[in-house]
């Protein structure tokens, strides 16, 4: 069914001190951005069979590889995508380079891809976002990660 679009809106709304518009996520009670971003990692590569750390974009692998962060965030979802026809690796997004507690962690069971959209890890301003390859049999080709963030107040 469509909105009546005669009727504002009633969702709390607000602007930070850096003009990004905010909502009240009422399913998370803090206040996001409304527009989100978009952070990914991979490997262009095949037939992985060792713990590693995945690629920010443009960026070389190594253990500080990852994005930092410019302002208050939630990650709000993740997906994951490989080009096997099956795996079995777990995906860690960490932060900083503490590898536990993990901020959360997908893991792939006889699947080439997955996702969660219902995700409310809070990272501060300042924090590196990496993301780590942890395979449990086999190996896994060409893997993705795609994290979705909003800003937080």
Not at 11 to 19: A, E, F, L, V
Not at 30 to 51: A, D, M, Q, V
Not at 95 to 120: E, G, Y
Request: proline share 4%; net charge neutral.
């Amino acid at each position: 069914m469509l909105r009546d679009n005669t009727q504002p809106l009633s969702i709390p709304m607000k602007q930070d001190s850096n003009g990004i518009l905010l909502f009240l996520d009422s399913s998370r009670t803090k206040y996001l951005s409304t527009t989100r971003e978009i952070f990914t990692f991979g490997i262009n590569h095949s037939n992985l069979n060792s713990t590693m750390w995945l690629m920010a974009t443009g960026r070389t692998r190594t253990i500080s590889t990852g994005y930092k962060i410019p302002r208050n965030a939630t990650i709000t979802s993740v997906t994951v995508q490989t080009v096997n026809s099956v795996v079995n690796a777990s995906f860690n997004i960490l932060r900083n380079n503490v590898t536990v507690p993990t901020l959360t962690t997908l893991t792939l069971l006889n699947q080439t891809s997955d996702s969660v959209d219902n995700l409310d890890k809070d990272i501060d301003k300042d924090d590196w976002l990496q993301c780590r390859l942890v395979p449990v049999s086999g190996n896994v080709d060409y893997p993705i990660i795609t994290l979705e963030l909003a800003w937080r107040e």
